[in-house]
């Protein structure tokens, strides 16, 4: 069973820049694919952007040209560098992994992001 604890969340100003990690346990291998999702309050929690084990990335149409999913197979980690922020991006952003497309979806414990002047 795999474990996934995220960091790098908090407060940024409209325009800044945050980069989230997801450190993956035991080990990043044998995981089919890697997500980072997101839930504003009251919201759905919605797809941002996906890592497969060949490397083949798909992102929101929200976040395309400012985030980008990325992953440390060394560090068994998973990063999501977000660009350009705005308020709107605002949710707490939670990691997933699963071990093939039918799998179920293992959860980290999620971060906030706070995008606000």
């Known amino acids: ?3 996934l604890v ?3 969340g908090g407060l940024v100003q409209p325009g800044g ?4 990690s997801c450190e993956v346990s035991p080990s990043i291998n044998n995981i ?5 999702y997101r839930q504003a309050p009251g919201k759905q929690r919605d797809l941002v952007a996906r890592i497969t084990n ?4 798909n992102y929101a149409d929200a976040v395309k040209g400012r985030f980008t999913i990325s992953r440390d197979n060394a560090k068994n980690t998973v990063y999501l560098q977000m660009t350009s922020l705005k308020p709107e991006d605002t949710a707490v ?3 997933s992994a699963r071990y093939s497309p039918y ?10 992001v706070t995008v606000s002047s």
Not at 17 to 20: D, E, Q
Not at 54 to 57: D, K, N, R, V, Y
């Open 93 to 95: 952003y939670y990691c």
């Open 32 to 36: 089919y694919d890697w997500g980072w």
């Open 17 to 20: 820049s945050l980069r989230l």
């Open 6 to 8: 995220e960091s790098g």
């Open 1 to 3: 069973q795999v474990q």
């Open 54 to 57: 060949l490397g083949s990335t």
């Open 103 to 112: 799998a179920a979806i293992y959860w980290g414990q999620g971060t906030q």
